[in-house]
């Protein structure tokens, strides 16, 4: 067996970055459906959150990427053009809907893969659960806010669904409902796959699964560039030993290729046809869910920056903030930014601004953070972007907006 190609960690850092479409600068025409559906595609995996600090998570990726776009084309991907589906991936996700066919094992075994009450609602009122899907099927689409249930009120739990809810989620995690759109206020229209997906999607067979899982993970390989099992299994949330077999089928079969990278420690596969740029030229801001940034253990070895949501944390106990989006500059992630969208002030408000310790330029970095917040504000209709004072780059980045 020859030696394994060694990569140095620069070199993989920036296949990384290619692979997620943040190594080369923004286009300069204002991104259209094409260039948002083609973003999707090469993500495969578009998280969905329903945070609104800044703006929805699964918008902010596409911005990161693309620049300023009309956030209604993406809504239109899914709700008109039905180009992207939803369904729990990395979590609820927005996918390519050839990814359908491969994620079918998934709704098939809703009772090893679902979760609290979707399961239990299943078990326990399954007359529920076909009553709501009659409905769906006889009078249309359904958000769970037309139930008129009441939420329990369990302290701490996130998903005390009533069960009305409960039972909506289990019919769209089983796939014998889907999501149409989402409302205004993020709430997710059920339907039936047939009046919602590409007929030539729900005619396509369904894979065995150990088909789907290897496609899965060939997708995620091409999503990574470089990547560890952890990395290629977190993609889609895969189980070890199914991962394993895949990356092994892979590499025997020459799309999945070996490799040492430099600083790792832990064997990790290249896709064999990732670019392997020289430059990485970015800016962008980084949504907490972007797919670069959300297994935290990879930015450690890939940009060696320890990232933390501290959403849940006390604020007296916070660090660096709320909600904190990392800046990418060329090939680094150079600091970082506590934002709010204060859509009643009319500003972009930056609550903590941070510099990566021993950074040589925080002069350059304040000066780039300036020109991309002031980018972003305009693109989320906000007149003004507000600097407060805490934060090591605070000072910097006020006379940088200020300029």
Known sequence: MPPLERLPAPLARRIAL??????????TAVAGTRALRTTVDRLA????DSVNVVSRSHYLPLFSRLGPYDRALLDGLHGRRHDVFEYWAHEASYLPVRLHPFLRWRMAAAEQEAWGSMTRVAREQPGLVAELLERVRTDGPLRAGELGGERPKTPGQMWNWHPGKAALEYLFFTGQLTARSRTAGFERVYDLPERVLPAAVLRA????????IRELVRTASRALGVATETDLRDYV??????????????TEGGELIPV??????RPAWLDP???????ARARA???PFDSLVWERPRVERLFGFRYRLEIYTPAAQRVHGYYVLPFLLGDELVGRVDLKADRQAGVLRVQAAHVEEHHPAPGLVADQLAAELRLMADWLELGDVVIAGRGDLAPALTRAVGG
């Open 18 to 27: 290619a692979a997620q479409g943040l190594a080369d600068a923004r286009p």
């Open 45 to 48: 995996v578009v998280q969905i």
């Open 205 to 212: 067979p369904t894979p065995d699964r150990p088909d789907a």
């Open 237 to 250: 949330r895969l189980s070890p030993v199914e991962t394993r077999t895949a990356i092994a089928e892979l």
């Open 260 to 265: 040492d990278v430099e600083g790792w420690g």
């Open 273 to 279: 046809a990732a670019r392997r740029p020289r430059w």
């Open 285 to 287: 801001l980084l949504s």
